[in-house]
């Protein structure tokens, strides 16, 4: 079920308040939250740097395993400290942080007689895609393919690559790819507004 514009800005700033609470030295809680945040929903955090909006972090719970409410205070706290590719965020840093949430529906698995089926089923903007081959398991959120103007085929070998697979293993019919869909919702300034990001795949 897709969150209202209302239930987007209360993600955002519960992520927001979570992340501050937490580098602050003590854990929030929140009591008071839209029922809809009790249902389990994969979710995503990632942190921007701003004005120039370089990535700072990203971490989620791909499946529905926990309450988006739970999902979201552990993609938080874990896009903040967590995510390998950088140091941990500090306090000081969150004034010049914009905060984005995708609120994912769950994975469906791509069915395909040739893996250049892909191609045709994939659409940009709409899809996130996670691929798995082996031990090796790989995940790009919808946005990610329209922000780098990636096509089909180049967004495919980006996901082998953050999988830590060469780029063309998504040609093996042993891979295996899912698509979910996400509702993103973001901060236009630090604390700032929260818009909806839409991206049009038509």
Aim: with cysteine; glycine share 6%.
């Amino acid at each position: 079920m897709k969150l209202t514009f209302e239930e987007g800005i209360f993600a955002v700033k519960f992520a927001r308040s979570i992340i501050e609470s937490h580098l602050s030295g003590y854990e929030l809680v929140v009591n008071d939250y839209p029922s809809k945040f009790n249902e389990k929903r994969g979710a995503f955090v990632t942190l921007h740097t701003y004005p120039d909006h370089d990535l700072r972090g990203c971490i989620g719970i791909p499946e529905p395993i926990m309450p988006l409410i739970e999902a979201l205070r552990e993609a938080a706290i874990s896009s903040a400290l967590s995510d390998p590719r950088f140091p941990p965020v500090t306090l000081e840093e969150m004034g010049n942080i914009v905060v984005e949430v995708s609120i994912l529906t769950p994975p469906q698995l791509i069915k395909v007689s040739h893996p250049r089926e892909y191609l045709e089923k994939i659409k940009i903007g709409r899809d996130g895609l996670i691929i798995e081959y082996g031990v090796y398991r790989g995940l790009l959120l919808p946005q990610v393919p329209v922000e780098w103007g990636w096509d089909v085929e180049e967004y495919l070998a980006n996901l082998c690559l953050k999988a830590g697979l060469p780029p063309d293993v998504w040609l093996d019919e042993r891979v295996k790819i899912y698509k979910f869909e996400a509702q993103i919702f973001e901060e236009v300034e630090p604390r700032g507004n929260v818009v909806e990001k839409t991206h049009a795949y038509e």
